[in-house]
């Protein structure tokens, strides 16, 4: 990760390209106090972030670090990577959901996972054409975390619940239509973006206004929305509480669409699906800091899970693609175990 001060803007370009500026632990704990540092600092009117190696912003947390340490020793004084790369990331998306400034993502190719925790939570999110997003986390027995349990409720309907279960990917017209952005803006123009907001006048209006002012400048349509042509379709079969409910309501849909989905649930980890339906049915109406909360208890109680390691290996280590699910079916998994997932942590649990 880079930083540097441009004038009035703080620039932060994530550089783990061969990883596709996935975020690990070193990275949390080097920009959550570099945007301490940046909001105490009167020249630095707003921060802006971006991916470096065009063609990720941030594919998501580093939860392929987080598996390989479950089971090592844990050096005295230190705790889990499995808690602390949690309560960090929360502690840091938290810091951006609150921030004092305008925090511009330029969210311009992949963004997945922690990703969306690095850019929605901001005041303002540019997206490109080349943008791709999604929470994949039921592929690898995880849950969508980094507040989704905040923000997938609040898109249109029934499409976060979609979203969450499926993994389905996005684009830049969908990320528009739901709300995750802010600004349309063609990739080539955002070097000139850049510039204009380094060279703006952010004396006249607050900081917020001029940053959406010269954003709004440089932006133009991102077109129709794929995920909105479906939503009627999404959100007759995505209603339920159950995720029984759902498969019944694709079988019922018919359409190939539905038939894809269907195949595409089948796939996922049948504990996943149920621990991420119950957390986006019990966060829809709570706010911000509790939904924070709540999810870093699933986050605890997920990852010691076999189905978190098991969907890590087949995905992010062998690369096989087939993870063996325990337990394998939704029937074998109990409401009871689903609820033990939310179950309070004690002095372990995190506070802003």
């Not at 309907?157 to 969908?174: I, M, N, P």
């Not at 600004?183 to 510039?195: F, R, S």
């Not at 539905?258 to 706010?287: D, F, H, I, N, Y």
């Amino acid at each position: 990760m880079q930083a540097e001060t441009r004038g009035p803007i703080g620039l932060v370009t994530l550089t783990r390209t061969k990883a596709l500026n996935a975020l690990d632990l070193g990275m949390i704990r080097a920009l959550h106090p570099q945007l301490d540092a940046w909001a105490k600092e009167p020249q630095v009117k707003a921060v802006v972030i971006r991916g470096a190696g065009g063609k990720a912003f941030c594919a998501g947390g580093d939860v392929r670090a987080v598996a390989l340490s479950l089971g090592k020793p844990v050096p005295e004084g230190e705790e889990p990577l499995s808690a602390a790369y949690f309560r960090e990331e929360y502690a840091l998306n938290h810091r951006i959901h609150h921030y004092e400034k305008p925090f511009i993502a330029l969210v311009d190719g992949i963004s997945m996972g922690g990703g969306l925790g690095l850019s929605i939570h901001g005041s303002h999110r540019v997206v490109t054409e080349r943008l791709v997003f999604s929470m994949p986390e039921t592929a690898i027995g995880l849950f969508p975390d980094v507040g989704g349990g905040w923000f997938l409720p609040r898109f249109p309907g029934e499409v976060g619940t979609y979203l969450a279960l499926t993994g389905a990917r996005g684009t830049a017209a969908d990320a528009m239509w739901v709300g995750y952005g802010t600004q349309y803006v063609e990739h080539t123009k955002l070097d000139a973006l850049l510039e204009a907001l380094e060279k703006a006048d952010w004396g006249v209006e607050t900081p917020r206004e001029a940053a959406t002012r010269v954003l709004s400048s440089f932006a133009t349509n991102a077109g129709p929305a794929p995920l909105e042509r479906l939503q009627e379709a999404i959100d007759r079969c995505f209603r339920g509480d159950r995720v029984e409910g759902i498969l019944e309501a694709l079988a019922t849909e018919g359409t190939e669409w539905a038939e894809t989905t269907r195949a595409t649930l089948g796939r996922m980890s049948p504990s996943s699906l149920k621990v991420t339906l119950r957390q986006l049915r019990r966060c829809r109406s709570l706010p911000y800091t509790e939904v924070a909360a709540l999810e870093y208890r699933l986050s605890q109680h997920v990852t010691a899970l076999p189905d978190f390691w098991e969907g890590i290996r087949a995905v992010l280590v062998d690369k096989d693609q087939r993870p063996r699910w325990n337990p394998a079916t939704l029937a074998e998994v109990s409401d009871d175990a689903v609820e033990a997932c939310f179950a309070p942590l004690g002095d372990a649990e995190w506070r802003p």
